[in-house]
């Protein structure tokens, strides 16, 4: 079993930077995959970023995301930089069996969810 639980969330304008974090509980959570998904108001779920030992993003959010973990502190990040109005959802920490490559941005991937914290970026 795995809890997620997320923060770092807030309301930033454009251009802002935020860092989200994912705190993991669990003694196995080097072997997860970990996934950042949000979910804007009136949309479906979509992924945003995950790690195993390599990253991987979505194309809308590549070169502005970080997705990054530590392994010894069981917590994974999201740096989100050059941040617009299209970026506000709720994003949401995902775990789940490590994979290939292909699966991470699947939401079946994941067995684990958090809560979700709420990101506003105004313009």
């Known amino acids: 079993q795995v809890q997620l639980v997320e923060s770092g969330g807030g309301l930033v304008q454009a251009g802002d930077s935020l860092r989200l974090s994912c705190a993991a509980s669990?003694?196995?959570?080097?072997?997860?995959?970990m996934g950042w998904f949000r979910q804007a108001p009136g949309k479906e779920r979509e992924f945003v970023a995950a790690?195993?030992?390599?990253?991987r993003y979505a194309d809308s959010v590549k070169g502005r995301f970080t997705i990054s973990r530590d392994n010894a502190k069981n917590m994974v990040y999201l740096q989100m930089n050059s941040l617009k109005p299209e970026d506000t959802a709720v994003y949401s920490c995902a775990a789940g069996p490590a994979g290939s490559l292909s699966t991470l941005s699947r939401e079946q991937t994941y067995n684990y969810w958090g809560q979700g914290t709420q990101v506003t970026v105004s313009s």
């Open positions: 669990g003694r196995t959570f080097s072997s997860y995959a």
């Open positions: 790690i195993t030992w390599i990253p």
